[in-house]
């Protein structure tokens, strides 16, 4: 069994700065990339950002374009994502998953990470 396991999570000051990972664990699993995706609270669950394995293909949400970044250590099958100049509609959730090649959701969902952004 698969399991992803997010932290880094936490209360930061709007222009803050946060750093999430995603680690994952179990059997060995095929996936085309990881991706991290967050819900905030009366609103429909979002698409941030993914990375193939391979680290040749990164894809960004337009809200968060030049503040977030992604990349991957496949050593470790872990996946980071640094969050800066954060802002408080930033405020959410933060899962990762596994991505096909459309960087769609495929089949494994960490638990979540509560990211709070203060004004």
């Known amino acids: 069994q698969v399991q992803l396991v997010e932290s880094g999570g936490g209360l930061v000051q709007a222009g803050g700065s946060l750093r999430l990972s995603c680690a994952a664990s179990?059997?060995?699993?095929?996936?085309?990339?990881m991706g991290w995706f967050r819900h905030a609270p009366g609103k429909e669950r979002e698409f941030v950002t993914a990375?193939?394995?391979?680290?040749?293909?990164?894809v960004y949400t337009d809200s968060v374009k030049g503040r977030f970044t992604i990349s991957r250590d496949n050593a470790k099958y872990t996946v980071y994502l640094q969050m800066n100049s954060l802002k408080p509609e930033d405020t959410a959730v933060y899962h990762c998953?596994?991505?096909?090649?459309?960087?769609?959701?495929?089949?494994?969902w960490g638990q979540g990470t509560q990211v709070t952004v203060s004004t």
């Open positions: 179990g059997r060995t699993f095929s996936s085309y990339g």
């Open positions: 990375i193939t394995w391979s680290g040749s293909n990164t």
């Open positions: 998953a596994d991505v096909d090649y459309n960087m769609a959701p495929a089949a494994y």
